[in-house]
Nanobody, 120 residues
Framework: QVQLVESGGGLVQVGGSLRLSCVAI????????MGWYRQAPGKQRELVAD???????NYADSVKGRFTISRDDAKNTMYLQMNDLKPEDTGVYYC??????????????WGQGTQVTVSS
């Protein structure tokens, strides 16, 4: 079993910054793609950014130039640096990882979510 622990969310003013972290704990042989998703009230969950094991990154158009995704495989940790935050960035941010376990299973896990609120 794998657990994803997210942290770093909170309340910030427009133009401010936050850094989210997601740590994967448990039966992990290797981590493939990791990603951040968000869900605003009344809207569907959407991809914010993801990063492959090789370091290739992908961003939603709405966050390009403001957010930076990164990972530290030695720590099984992924980060999302969010700068110049806007009210439309408000939502619950979820961490998602694709993990290969020591029993060679490939499993997708989701974190519990962390709230980001940008006030104007």
């Amino acid at each position: 079993q794998v657990q994803l622990v997210e942290s770093g969310g909170g309340l910030v003013q427009v133009g401010g910054s936050l850094r989210l972290s997601c740590v994967a704990i448990g039966n992990i042989f290797s981590i493939y793609t990791m990603g951040w998703y968000r869900q605003a009230p009344g809207k569907q969950r959407e991809l914010v950014a993801d990063i492959t094991r090789g370091g290739s990154v992908n961003y939603a158009d709405s966050v390009k130039g403001r957010f930076t995704i990164s990972r530290d495989d030695a720590k099984n940790t992924m980060y999302l640096q969010m700068n110049d935050l806007k009210p439309e960035d408000t939502g619950v941010y979820y961490c998602k990882t694709v993990v290969q376990t020591y029993t060679s299973r490939i499993v997708t896990y989701w974190g519990q979510g962390t709230q980001v609120t940008v006030s104007s």
